[in-house]
């Protein structure tokens, strides 16, 4: 995944708040979605507490590196004991800031904004689509995962009449910069975009980028390294 984002920087306060937490470094913040899935899955085979070797297999990390990633959260586990699964998750869950349900809009219903439009668990991990638009006159106004496509002069009232704080990008790469501009004067604060182009926001503004040809290029640079075909 590329990204371009604000970095916890040294001295600020650990994210948490609590006692003992430290600033998170954002390798660490990048590595607690996958232990907060890991953690709900525990908790959906009624797993109430875990160890450090168990989690760290479920998140596919070491033991070392999640002992050294909670200790940014000030959490380090009970002897003989391990982690509390539901206070873990709640921690890191404060951390990301996944206690408030934040809005969302998505700007391009072709193909991927269809799929991202109906992704189910968008709402079960604590983000709400509310809105969706797209330049197409054929598009606009159709129904899709119950949301009617609003045209791109909607889209500044679109977000603050939702409160929305986060934008998706699913169009053409072509017209991203544009989106992105849009969507930046509309008020978001963080853009995840799929389209296959680099991206400016101001520094105010947190930008996520998913090209997923360039994570392909990424696994046959490696796949080359390994078998050295297509040297
Ligand atoms: N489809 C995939 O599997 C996939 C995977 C990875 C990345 N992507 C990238 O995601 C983006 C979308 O892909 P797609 O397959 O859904 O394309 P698509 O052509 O199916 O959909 C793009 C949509 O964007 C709309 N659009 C164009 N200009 C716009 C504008 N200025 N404002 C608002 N809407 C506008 C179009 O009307 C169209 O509905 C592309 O950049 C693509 O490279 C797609």
């Known amino acids: 995944m590329d990204t371009q984002r604000r970095g916890t920087r040294a001295g600020e306060p650990g994210a948490s708040g609590r006692p003992g937490a430290r600033a998170v470094p954002p390798a660490t913040v990048a590595r607690l979605p996958g232990y907060l899935r890991a953690l709900r899955g525990l908790t959906a085979d009624g797993v109430v507490t875990t160890s450090s070797d168990e989690l760290a297999g479920g998140a596919g990390v070491t033991p070392a590196q999640l002992r050294k990633d909670l200790s940014f959260l000030g959490s380090y586990g009970r002897r003989?004991?391990?982690?509390?699964?539901?206070?873990?998750?709640?921690?890191?869950?404060?951390?990301?800031?996944?206690?408030?349900?934040?809005?969302?809009?998505?700007?391009?219903?072709?193909?991927?904004?269809?799929?991202?439009?109906?992704?189910?668990?968008?709402?079960e991990r604590g983000f709400a689509v509310v809105g969706l638009v797209d330049a197409d006159p054929a598009?606009?106004?159709t129904t899709v995962a119950g949301l009617v496509v609003?045209?791109?002069?909607?889209?500044?009232?679109?977000?603050?009449?939702?409160?929305?704080?986060?934008?998706?990008?699913?169009?053409?790469?072509?017209?991203?910069?544009?989106?992105?501009?849009?969507?930046?004067?509309?008020?978001?604060?963080?853009?995840?975009t799929f389209a296959p182009r680099a991206l400016r926001v101001p520094p105010t503004v947190d930008l996520r980028a998913v090209d997923?040809?360039?994570?392909?290029?990424?696994?046959?640079?490696?796949?080359?390294?390994?078998?050295?075909?297509?040297?």
């Open 150 to 192: 609003q045209p791109p002069d909607e889209l500044a009232s679109l977000v603050s009449g939702s409160d929305a704080t986060i934008g998706i990008i699913a169009t053409p790469a072509s017209v991203a910069q544009d989106v992105c501009d849009a969507l930046v004067a509309a008020g978001v604060v963080g853009i995840l």
């Open 80 to 123: 003989g004991v391990g982690y509390d699964v539901g206070h873990l998750s709640e921690q890191i869950a404060v951390v990301l800031g996944l206690t408030t349900q934040r809005s969302v809009v998505i700007v391009g219903i072709g193909n991927l904004g269809h799929a991202l439009a109906s992704y189910s668990v968008f709402a």
């Open 139 to 141: 598009v606009v106004g």
């Open 212 to 231: 997923v040809a360039s994570e392909l290029q990424i696994l046959a640079f490696h796949d080359r390294r390994r078998t050295g075909t297509g040297a």
